[in-house]
């Protein structure tokens, strides 16, 4: 299973909220297989959008996450509607997870694997 996890500029510290992510590390059956850039994120293309509506500012979320296009989960903190929207929209179940999870992705994926953690 591939799990993705937004993270900041170490690619280790899991981004508290998705949509500023600079990455999204993305797991493999709980071994790190690569770290894709939120082309939206701190370290993309971060647009205004307040003044966009809904549909739009969904679908410009959907064109900087299709690097995760073949993922079928994502472990968020806090994710906004429009990116939640696109993500599902390319096929990822969305799981919040809280701090208590932990604060580096590579200890949140093992408790997942594990089972350490439901809600």
């Known amino acids: 299973m ?3 996890i937004p993270v900041e500029s170490d690619k280790s510290t899991i981004a508290r909220k998705t949509g500023q992510s600079a990455f999204f590390a993305v797991y493999e ?4 297989l690569e770290y894709i ?9 971060h647009k205004n959008h307040e003044h966009m ?3 739009e500012h969904t679908h410009s979320h959907k064109k900087d996450v ?3 296009v073949g993922c079928e989960l994502i472990l968020v ?5 429009n990116m939640k929207e696109a993500l599902e929209s390319i ?5 919040k997870i809280r701090q ?8 949140v994926i093992k408790k997942f694997m594990d089972n350490s953690f439901l809600e």
Not at 37 to 45: C, E, S, V
Not at 91 to 95: C, D, I, Q, S, Y
């Open 100 to 107: 208590k999870h932990g604060s580096r992705a590579d200890e």
């Open 2 to 4: 591939k799990i993705a």
């Open 66 to 68: 299709m690097g995760l």
């Open 37 to 45: 850039p939120n082309r939206h994120g701190h370290g993309g293309a």
């Open 77 to 81: 903190q806090v994710i906004g509607e």
């Open 91 to 95: 096929g990822l179940k969305v799981k």
């Open 53 to 55: 509506q809904d549909a």
């Open 29 to 32: 059956n709980g071994e790190i």
